[in-house]
C-alpha cells in the first residue's frame, strides 16, 4: 500500500497554512520526474527531466494548489469556491469542491477553452459560465463576485494556492537531492513560476538546497511580461498561457530575476515543435507545457544560455489529453486495411 498522503500531509512541516486543517485531498502530487535522454544529448546537458504534472488527478499542476485553498477554505467555514480559468483551474476547483461538498461557480472566455478541461470541470458538477471576453476580464469579475455571493476565491491570486504549488520545488529537490541548474516552465497568470521560486528559496534557507536558474516562457502572441505592458488580445494556441494580465506578473519576474534568469517568448510553431518532441519522448502533453522545452532550445541555440554538463528540469504543467485537438497529427490520416494479415503485411512495407 502507497504511504503518499497528499501534499499537504507530506509536507506540512514546510507549508505556512493554518494549524489543525484537515487536508481535502485527492492524493495530489507524487508526480514522476522522468529523463528525457535524447534532448539533453542535443544540448550536451549532463541530466533533462521532465516535472509530469499532469499525473495529477485532473490533470494538471493545479490540484497542488487547490488541495491547500480548498482545505483552508472548509476550515474558515466556506459553502461556496469560484474562479476564473482558462481550463485548468476550473476542473480542478470542480474535483476539490465535489470532493469537499462546496458550491462551485466557474467563469471562462466565451469558445477559448479546450472541450478536455470543461469536461472536467462540468463532469464534477461546476456551475459554468461564458463570458463575452478574455480570461483577464473574467478574473476580473469574479474579484468583484466573491465577497458578494459570498464564495472563495480559489486563482492564483488566493496565496494558499501558491503554498500547495510550491511542493512541486520540493519533490523535486527531494528526487534530486538537490536543485537543478535550471528550471523552465510557461508562464500564464504567473502563479506557478511564483510558487516554485518560494518553495525552492524556503527550502535553500531551511536545508541549504540551492537554487536553481528559473528559465518563464510565454506565447508570442500572450507575452505580457515580456513586452513589459499588458496585452489585450491575446492569442496563442497554448490556451493554458492565453492570458494578458498575468495576477503574478511582479512576483515571476521577481524570481527570473533573483534566480538570474530571465522570462523570454517563443511563437506557436516552436510550441507544437517542442510538444512533438516530447511526445517523441514518450510524454504526452498540452500545448502550454511544452512553452519551457521551446523557450530552452531558443536559448541555447542561440547562445544566450548554456547549458553543457548542468542539470535542468522542465515543468509540464498538464496533460495531452487537455487539449488533444491541437496535436500536430492528430488530423493525420489513419491507414485501414482489410481485416486479413496479407493485406496488414502489404500495407506495413509501404
Given at each position: 500500500?502507497?504511504?503518499?498522503?497528499?501534499?499537504?500531509?507530506?509536507?506540512?512541516?514546510?507549508?505556512?497554512?493554518?494549524?489543525?486543517?484537515?487536508?481535502?485531498?485527492?492524493l495530489?502530487?507524487?508526480?514522476?520526474?522522468?529523463?528525457?535522454?535524447?534532448?539533453?544529448?542535443?544540448?550536451?546537458?549532463?541530466?533533462?527531466?521532465?516535472?509530469?504534472?499532469?499525473?495529477?488527478?485532473?490533470?494538471?499542476?493545479?490540484?497542488?494548489g487547490?488541495?491547500?485553498?480548498?482545505?483552508?477554505?472548509?476550515?474558515?467555514?466556506?459553502?461556496?469556491?469560484?474562479?476564473?480559468?482558462?481550463?485548468?483551474?476550473?476542473?480542478?476547483?470542480?474535483?476539490?469542491?465535489?470532493?469537499?461538498?462546496?458550491?462551485?461557480i466557474?467563469?471562462?472566455?466565451?469558445?477559448?477553452?479546450?472541450?478536455?478541461?470543461?469536461?472536467?470541470?462540468?463532469a464534477?458538477?461546476?456551475?459554468?459560465?461564458?463570458?463575452?471576453?478574455?480570461?483577464?476580464?473574467?478574473?476580473?469579475?469574479?474579484?468583484?463576485?466573491?465577497?458578494?455571493?459570498?464564495?472563495?476565491?480559489?486563482?492564483?491570486?488566493?496565496?494558499?494556492?501558491?503554498?500547495?504549488?510550491?511542493?512541486?520545488?520540493?519533490?523535486?529537490l527531494?528526487?534530486?537531492?538537490?536543485?537543478?541548474?535550471?528550471?523552465?516552465?510557461?508562464?500564464?497568470n504567473?502563479?506557478?513560476i511564483?510558487?516554485?521560486?518560494?518553495?525552492?528559496?524556503?527550502?535553500?534557507?531551511?536545508r541549504?538546497?540551492?537554487t536553481?536558474?528559473?528559465?518563464?516562457?510565454?506565447?508570442?502572441?500572450?507575452?505580457?511580461?515580456?513586452?513589459?505592458?499588458?496585452?489585450?488580445?491575446?492569442?496563442?494556441?497554448?490556451?493554458?498561457?492565453?492570458?494578458?494580465?498575468?495576477?503574478?506578473?511582479?512576483?515571476?519576474?521577481?524570481?527570473?530575476?533573483?534566480?538570474?534568469?530571465g522570462?523570454?517568448?517563443?511563437?506557436?510553431?516552436?510550441?507544437?515543435?517542442?510538444?512533438?518532441?516530447?511526445?517523441?519522448?514518450?510524454?504526452?502533453?498540452?500545448?502550454?507545457s511544452?512553452?519551457?522545452?521551446?523557450?530552452?532550445?531558443?536559448?541555447?541555440?542561440?547562445?544566450?544560455?548554456?547549458?553543457?554538463?548542468?542539470?535542468?528540469?522542465?515543468?509540464?504543467?498538464?496533460?495531452?489529453?487537455?487539449d488533444?485537438?491541437?496535436?500536430?497529427?492528430?488530423?493525420?490520416?489513419i491507414?485501414?486495411?482489410?481485416?486479413?494479415?496479407?493485406?496488414?503485411?502489404?500495407?506495413?512495407?509501404?
Open positions: 500500500m502507497s504511504s503518499w498522503r497528499g501534499v499537504l500531509e507530506q509536507y506540512r512541516e514546510w507549508l505556512e497554512l493554518p494549524q489543525g486543517i484537515s487536508p481535502v485531498t485527492l495530489e502530487g507524487n508526480t514522476p520526474l522522468l529523463s528525457i535522454p535524447h534532448l539533453a544529448a542535443d544540448w550536451n546537458s549532463s541530466a533533462a527531466y521532465v516535472k509530469v504534472e499532469g499525473m495529477n488527478p485532473t490533470g494538471s499542476f493545479k490540484d497542488r487547490m488541495t491547500a485553498a480548498v482545505s483552508v477554505a472548509v476550515a474558515g467555514g466556506a459553502r461556496a469556491l469560484i474562479c476564473a480559468s482558462t481550463g485548468n483551474t476550473a476542473a480542478s476547483a470542480a474535483a476539490y469542491a465535489a470532493r469537499a461538498g462546496l458550491r462551485c466557474v467563469l471562462i472566455p466565451e469558445g477559448q477553452v479546450a472541450a478536455g478541461k470543461l469536461a472536467g470541470a462540468r464534477h458538477g461546476a456551475e459554468v459560465v461564458q463570458i463575452q471576453g478574455s480570461f483577464d476580464a473574467a478574473l476580473e469579475l469574479v474579484q468583484e463576485l466573491a465577497p458578494l455571493l459570498p464564495a472563495v476565491l480559489v486563482n492564483s491570486l488566493n496565496p494558499d494556492r501558491l503554498e500547495g504549488q510550491a511542493t512541486a520545488a520540493f519533490e523535486i527531494d528526487h534530486l537531492g538537490g536543485a537543478p541548474d535550471w528550471l523552465a516552465l510557461p508562464v500564464g504567473a502563479g506557478n511564483s510558487a516554485l521560486w518560494l518553495g525552492f528559496r524556503r527550502m535553500a534557507e531551511k541549504s538546497s540551492g536553481p536558474r528559473i528559465l518563464g516562457a510565454q506565447a508570442a502572441g500572450a507575452a505580457p511580461l515580456v513586452v513589459g505592458s499588458p496585452v489585450e488580445n491575446p492569442r496563442t494556441v497554448a490556451s493554458a498561457i492565453r492570458i494578458g494580465r498575468p495576477a503574478r506578473g511582479p512576483q515571476a519576474l521577481a524570481a527570473a530575476r533573483e534566480s538570474g534568469g522570462i523570454v517568448s517563443v511563437p506557436d510553431s516552436e510550441i507544437l515543435r517542442a510538444q512533438a518532441d516530447l511526445a517523441s519522448e514518450g510524454i504526452w502533453v498540452e500545448p502550454a511544452a512553452a519551457g522545452v521551446a523557450a530552452a532550445r531558443a536559448e541555447i541555440e542561440s547562445g544566450r544560455i548554456d547549458i553543457k554538463g548542468k542539470t535542468i528540469v522542465f515543468i509540464a504543467t498538464g496533460h495531452g489529453l487537455k488533444p485537438a491541437l496535436y500536430p497529427h492528430v488530423n493525420d490520416p491507414l485501414t486495411v482489410l481485416a486479413n494479415p496479407r493485406a496488414l503485411m502489404e500495407a506495413l512495407r509501404t
